[in-house]
């Protein structure tokens, strides 16, 4: 086929961008924002309110059975998962409940997933645990108390301090346990609020900054505070939480120098447990595209547990420690303490935070997976109205959970009325079983959180996978995992995202650069250290920069470039200014002043090149320092004899540079200072070299 070589590539004729003035760009907006019409009154509706959208086209037929299905199951490991979690919020199993039956109902009414499962997080949980611990110890409570309550297998009571929880919620003198979910209602009530806000003034792209590894390294360095946290609970040891940095190191060392105290009852509760529910999860693995339906290990375990524990009385026996009375019925609605909420402004930040990550990355992930689109902005509306609306109602902190998430996606779950079969579950148990969980061991609902952190624990077998596709995110993944887990889970997420950045930044200060060939019989150009059969071009340089120029890595773009082409035009000037003045000291006639201006003429002409072409194809953007930058090569390379010319940039970069004026007053050498393709600027250099040698005397 016959090598066609086109001409240079003319300057593309840019369109006009007319762009409006402030003033009425605010006028429009404030005009589309603030007009109200029947229509728009109705689709502001709709979309605040999908299900008012999606429920009047329910194909009973075709959905019903899945959705049924998959919110009965999801219910059922929902209850024992909703009591066990209030371990690690330091409250009482009752709120668990309360805030998975709101959450789901909620989240039907404003979610625009179909698959999402909202409620109870073992990750929200622990963070909510340690601000209601710090603050119920800042208050003088004793953590170590325990709950003293003597309540019948049928929920009668035999004495009145269970019900310290629904009277002195209407006192002014507030116990212990009234506190701590006074100070989980208005941390939820903020955190609902923070999300709220974020909704509404768009600032949604906080999630970007939230990495996969991160995120992942994150919940595992949690995972290993959760641990750590219900350890005690499996030896039957009462140790309370550590207040401040170190939990996992704290605690672990507390709980060796208490292992003489080990309730053996309880340990070995913990290890039939936990046997039980790691071969139901094994079994579910291996048999997964066998099952139809999720074993209900966790609820086995919890009845057969509880009935056990009942009947042979392990509390009155052998001391094992006890969930106690869950009281029936729902407590009258309460607004949150707002006197609690400048003590709590900080530590709800975080909890808004990722309680938004990780229900809008499962919402995007389930819908991809099954075909359809949510909004990110209206799910941010829903969780945070799942948060505000509950902290009414005894509630804390939710988010999307994951392995329940997919639980419904497995068992054929269709639309958002699998939640509320979950959400009815879960009334059926507060308002007639409750009272049944009264014996379940507290060792018994330990277990069911460790194992069920099975999944975030495995991450560390994919370390080595990780390191061997990107150290970067390898490392990343290992400093939030272990700032997490050893400093605090707060801590570590801060950790996380600033170290993330930095890496991003120190990316872009040591880039990737190179010279370029071009390849054989085409109009493209490779970098020369990673093709070989590149073709070089003669006396031309081509160097490529692959990252944004701006004055965290403006020097390193320089030194990299003198490297490169083997030129440094300061050091060129000297070296022919000592020639020079060498050669004037050696002449001491006219004529050997110009024997003398001979020899530097070709002191000049010896250069392996006389032009530099700068790759900008991969230069995003480029600050008053890259301009800068540009202009002083410009100017340094031509005192020595070399051209410098731009190839490739894009639109953003070449305005900054035109209002820099780079190109002369009008920009009137831009035709001879920038191309639009790197072979245009090889043709326009080669070309200028064939007519200045041809218009040279010989």
Known sequence: M????????????????????????????????????????????????????????????????????????????????????????????????????????????????????????????????????????????????????????????????????????????????????????????????????????????????????????????????????????????????????????????????????????????????????????????????????????????????????HFADLSGQYSSGISGSIPTGFIPPKVPDFGLMPRLVIDAIPLAVISFAFTVSLSEMFAKKNGYTVRPNQEMLAIGLCNIVPSFFHSFTTSAALAKTMVKDSTGCQTQVSSVVSALVVLLVLLFLAPFFYSLQKCVLACIIIVSLRGALHKFRDVPALWRLSKIDAVVWMVTMCSSALISVEIGLVVGVVFSMLCVVAQTQNPKVSLLGQIENTNHYEDMDNYNHLVSIPKVKIFRFQAPLYYANKDFFLKSLYKAVELEPFLEKNRRKKIEKRAKDMVTSRTDKENGDASINLIVSELEFHTIILDCSSISFIDTTGISTFKGLLKEYKEVGVNVILACCNTTVLDSLKRSSFFGPDDKEMHTLFFHTVHSAVLFTTHSTVALDSTTPV
């Open 2 to 309: 016959e090598d066609v070589k086109p001409l240079p590539t003319g300057l593309l004729d840019r369109k006009v961008q007319q762009k409006k003035g402030t003033v009425e760009t605010v006028k429009a907006k404030l005009h589309q924002k603030l007009s109200c019409s029947v229509p728009k009154v109705k689709r502001t509706l709709t979309d605040f309110f999908p299900v008012v959208l999606w429920l009047p086209k329910y194909k009973l037929k075709e959905y019903v059975w899945g959705d049924l299905m998959s919110g009965l199951i999801v219910g059922i490991i929902l209850v024992p998962q909703a009591i066990a979690y209030c371990l690690l919020a330091g409250l009482e199993p009752v709120y668990g409940l309360y805030t998975s039956f709101f959450s789901n109902i909620i989240y039907f009414i404003l979610g625009t997933s179909r698959h999402v499962s909202v409620g109870i997080f073992s990750l929200m949980s622990l963070m909510v645990g340690q601000v209601v611990d710090r603050e119920v110890y800042l208050a003088g409570f004793d953590l170590s108390e325990d709950s003293k309550r003597s309540t019948g297998w049928n929920g009668t009571e035999d004495n009145t301090t269970s019900g310290e929880i629904f009277m002195k919620s209407f006192d002014m003198e507030c116990g212990k346990e009234c506190y701590a979910i006074s100070i989980a209602t208005a941390l939820t009530f903020l955190t609902g609020t923070y999300q709220i806000l974020m909704a509404v003034f768009r600032l949604g792209f906080v999630s970007v900054y939230l990495s996969a590894p991160m995120l992942d390294g994150f919940a595992t360095g949690a995972s290993c505070t959760i641990l750590t946290v219900q350890a005690k609970y499996l030896l039957g040891l009462k140790i309370p939480r550590h207040q401040g940095y170190g939990t996992v190191l704290v605690t672990w060392i507390n709980i060796f120098k208490n292992i003489h105290k080990t309730n053996f009852c309880d340990m070995i509760t913990s290890a039939i447990c936990i046997t039980m529910l790691l071969a139901g999860k094994e079994l579910q693995d291996r048999y997964k595209n066998r099952l139809r339906i999720p074993l209900p290990t966790e609820l086995v375990v919890v009845v057969v547990a509880t009935t056990v524990s």
